[in-house]
T-cell receptor, first 114, second 115 residues
Framework: QKEVEQDPGPLSVPEGAIVSLNCTYS??????FMWYRQYSRKGPELLMY????GNKEDGRFTAQVDKSSKYISLFIRDSQPSDSATYLC??????????????FGRGTQLTVWP | GAVVSQHPSWVICKSGTSVKIECRSL??????MFWYRQFPKQSLMLMAT?????????EQGVEKDKFLINHASLTLSTLTVTSAHPEDSSFYIC???????????FGDGTRLSIL
């Protein structure tokens, strides 16, 4: 079993839809949780960064972390065609092999059609 | 803020050539820089971690004599692919952070094509 599981999709939604992206993980040492957006042939761009459990909102994006369930989510409201990209969840910890090192999900490919 | 610049963005060269890729943190000091490789439709695979002034730590299966990493300053790391062959063709991405409690910020990647 991989340490971080993410459904690769593809996910296709109409413009204006609410998108829900999810990852599960197995290592309880993970403390820092990130969502990156990656456009084709570009590097990942940091969207959200959360420490421990809780919610964080930034514009149309909301990140949720539930450490008890080892489950993280990213919600995109009022999705736009420009949101079409691959979304990668990533996490790291503060001890041992997880210190400062990112563990990635496979990425979910999202298409928002007009 | 937190901008990482990677250069070149695309390089095509003949088999046997050595290729150098630069990674710079433009507006912060990067105590640690990371080098990844990404194959089409796959996630990022960590190749090595480098701390300024120290030897890089390579992941299992990554040849350190093939992929030379230098991290001479807090804002610059370089990856040199020595005697590149077609199987080295890939998308190489660097990242950097100020410390382990901060997120990594990524460059835009270098597409390497070896003929």
């Amino acid at each position: 079993q991989k340490e971080v599981e993410q459904d690769p999709g593809p996910l296709s939604v109409p413009e204006g839809a609410i998108v829900s992206l999810n990852c599960t993980y197995s290592n309880s040492a993970f403390q820092y949780f990130m969502w990156y957006r990656q456009y084709s042939r570009k590097g990942p761009e940091l969207l959200m960064y959360t420490y421990s459990s809780g919610n964080k909102e930034d514009g149309r994006f909301t990140a949720q972390v539930d450490k008890s369930s080892k489950y993280i989510s990213l919600f995109i409201r009022d999705s736009q065609p420009s949101d079409s990209a691959t979304y990668l969840c990533a996490m790291s910890g503060n001890r041992g092999s997880t210190l400062g090192r990112l563990y990635f999900g496979r990425g979910t490919q999202l298409t928002v059609w007009p | 803020g937190a901008v990482v610049s990677q250069h070149p963005s695309w390089v095509i060269c003949k088999s046997g050539t050595s290729v150098k890729i630069e990674c710079r943190s433009l507006d912060f000091q990067a105590t640690t820089m990371f080098w990844y490789r990404q194959f089409p439709k796959q996630s990022l695979m960590l190749m090595a971690t480098s701390n300024e002034g120290s030897k890089a730590t390579y992941e299992q299966g990554v040849e350190k004599d093939k992929f030379l990493i230098n991290h001479a300053s807090l804002t610059l790391s370089t990856l040199t692919v020595t005697s590149a062959h077609p199987e080295d063709s890939s998308f190489y991405i660097c990242s950097a952070h100020t410390d382990a409690a901060q997120p990594q910020h990524f460059g835009d990647g270098t597409r390497l094509s070896i003929l």
